[in-house]
């Protein structure tokens, strides 16, 4: 791991993490239009997380990774997003992807994946015909996975294949496969988050060993499983399932942050409201009130989710939350997200039409948190539906995976 500058002992010290991620924030701040004009993290930002050992949040100790909890989790990913939200969202979905393949893979292939915690991990379950067929000794698979963040930058994907059967239906599987294997089509090219390498992968036949794939365990006395299979390991636990709802929302945390830091100083100087009486804007009443509603409301977003990582940090190993106490924990992560629209909103108005000059990077920070906040994650009209069917006790929820 390429920690070296704490002691062992110090390395998964949140503060320590924190202050990292901070020293990381000029850097990635410099390079943030780059890393937005290029569609993928400019390679000094990426440096900047490695050299920080970032890429090694969700890796286990013995690994050699920091295996934080998800309030530190969030925090240094948000942190990160102060300054790049695109390379703030590339290191989330990595340490995502490293949570869920983690829980899912043969050891076999966390082994390979946890070899160099620094490594980053693209993944997608975005297919496009997409199929796996089973072939001796593992998978051949062929089709595109849409969306597929730092793609790019990655060492290793982990992609969901459906595979074929003669004789019944088709079992979807994550795989691991190295990046080096497949090709990448450049189709993410949007108006918000655009460094994040979200592009598509492509596999052309790719064969994957046994050990790389997850498939599923076979019904209890049927010895046909494939060998070198995983074991049984029930759902997937509430930390990868929440992480990944955090992973989504840390980023667009940052940005907002960021947005606030760029209005804060404009506060500090100079600037007049023009056409008005007032020498400068911090003259303005109810200027000043709008930014205190904009900060409370980021404010507001941060408990929110910093609450539901304490809820879930809380869990024991193998223990699942209630579906209406899930239910719960996704309405405050979707409200979050209304907060933090309705923050940017109010410091776009304070800025003025100047905020969205392409060299003020006010503008990107909105459309970061305009794109980030609008993840199927938190869609919020499906998930206060789900919420309210709960609440009702009506059958056959809405969402697939809540």
Sequence with gaps: MIVDALPAHQLGDADALLERARAAVPTLSEHAARTERDLRPAPESVAAVRQAGL?????????????VDLRTFVGVVAELGR????????????????????????????????????????SSGVM???????????????????????????????????????????????????????????????????????HTLVADDVFVPTARVAFPPPPPGDASAAPGGPPARGGLPAKVVFGAGMGVLAPVLGAARGALDVVEEMFAGPRAPFGTIYQRLVDSPLARYWFTEATFLVDSA????????????????DEQLPPRRRADLRMDLTTAA??????????????????????????????DVAVGTRHPYLMPHIVPEEYGRLLFDLADPVLLML
């Design 55 to 67: 890429f090694a949040l969700t890796v286990p100790r013995d690994a050699g990774g920091l295996d």
């Design 338 to 367: 209304q907060e933090l629209r309705g923050a940017m909103e109010k410091l776009l108005d304070l800025h003025g039409a100047s905020g969205f000059a392409q060299d003020n990077p006010l503008q990107r920070f909105w459309r």
């Design 128 to 198: 496009v015909g997409s199929s796996g067929h089973r072939v001796p000794g593992g998978l051949r698979i062929t089709g595109r996975w849409r969306m597929a963040s730092s793609s790019e930058v990655a060492t290793w994907a982990v992609v969901i294949v459906p595979v074929l059967a003669d004789d019944g239906p088709a079992t979807v599987c994550p795989a691991l496969v190295p990046t080096v294997e497949l090709t990448i089509e450049r189709s993410w090219q949007a108006v918000g988050l655009a460094g994040t390498s979200s």
């Design 302 to 317: 941060t408990r929110r989710t910093l609450r539901v990582a304490d809820v879930v940090d809380a869990l024991g190993p």
């Design 83 to 122: 300054g790049c939200p695109s390379t703030a969202w590339v290191t989330a979905f990595s340490a995502g992807a490293k949570m869920m393949a983690g829980t899912v893979l043969p050891d076999e292939a966390r082994h390979e994946l946890f070899a160099d915690p620094d490594a980053i991990v693209s």
